[in-house]
């Protein structure tokens, strides 16, 4: 997102400041779609089913394998799934 929102403002000749405020902006629009799916997974207790919860996630959503650390092939979340 920093690269497009730079190569479309021009910040780097340009103003900073507005990319910087586009940037925040993008951030509060992820965090306004994705933080009732965090709330629901803090609100579940037992491990188990959290590794259920996560792994059900990364089932309909495959573009999260390998995103970040919690998502590579050897994670405890990523075992027993066979993608």
Not at 4 to 10: A, D, E, Q, S, Y
Not at 68 to 81: A, E, R, T, V
Request: proline letters at 5%; hydrophobic letters at 40%; aromatic letters at 2%.
């Amino acid at each position: 997102m920093r690269k497009i929102v730079t190569g479309l403002l021009n910040a780097e000749e340009g103003c900073s400041m507005l990319a910087d405020a586009v940037l925040e902006s993008c951030n509060a629009v992820i965090l306004n779609f994705t933080r009732p799916g965090i709330e629901m997974g803090e609100d579940v207790t037992d491990p188990d089913q959290k590794l259920e919860g996560l792994r059900a996630m990364i089932q309909s959503n495959p573009r999260l394998i390998r995103s970040c650390i919690s998502f590579q092939d050897n994670s405890p979340i990523m075992k027993g799934l066979n993608l």
